[in-house]
């Protein structure tokens, strides 16, 4: 079976493909927009956006499945929160949705992100690497390396596909 991520970013397809590595599936990924902000300001917008990627990249391919993945941060009463959202859709119109780990952003990375930069464009000044999104992402420099934005988003993958492999659907959309 096809399934297409809706994404060209390598830490993303890596996680897709290495959390499913067992399963029977020919994997490709495709540029996908997610029309949402650059910089997804809630866990509805980012949620939005993986959805988004998701329906995008099934409509431009002859896949069956298809697997959205957006990163963003959410405003709560402790300051801004990394936050990361997954969709998977079916050819036959079903959507999944999946949330993962939240992690308080440091003060100074809060008010650049007020201040309208990007969150990969800050982490990537901070570490002098600007294809830190790629790679560890926020996550891994904010936790030493202990979660990665791959394994983050796999985490997030395993729990998009186990409900596919229970087969129901938690919501219409």
């Not at 952003?105 to 982490?123: W, Y």
């Not at 570490?127 to 934005?149: F, N, P």
């Not at 791959?150 to 409900?163: A, N, P, T």
Request: glycine share 10%.
């Amino acid at each position: 079976m096809k399934v297409v991520i809706g994404t060209k970013n390598r830490a993303k397809i890596h996680a897709v493909m290495e959390t499913l590595v067992r399963e029977p599936f020919e994997f490709i990924s495709v540029e996908a927009p997610s029309g949402v902000s650059a910089q997804p300001f809630s866990d509805e917008e980012t949620m939005k956006g993986a959805i988004n990627r998701a329906k995008y990249a099934l409509t431009i391919t002859d896949a069956k499945l298809a697997i959205g993945l957006e990163g963003g941060v959410s405003d709560t009463s402790t300051g801004l929160m990394l936050c990361n959202w997954g969709a998977m859709t079916s050819h036959s119109g079903q959507v999944w949705v999946a949330s993962g780990a939240k992690i308080p952003l440091p003060l100074e990375v809060q008010a650049k992100l007020r201040d309208g930069q990007e969150l990969g464009t800050i982490m990537g000044e901070m570490m002098k690497d600007h294809r830190i999104r790629h790679k560890e992402g926020a996550i891994g420099v904010l936790t030493s390396g202990r979660l990665t934005r791959k394994s983050m988003f796999s985490h997030i993958v395993q729990m998009l596909y186990g409900q596919y492999e229970y087969n129901y659907q938690p919501f219409s959309h």
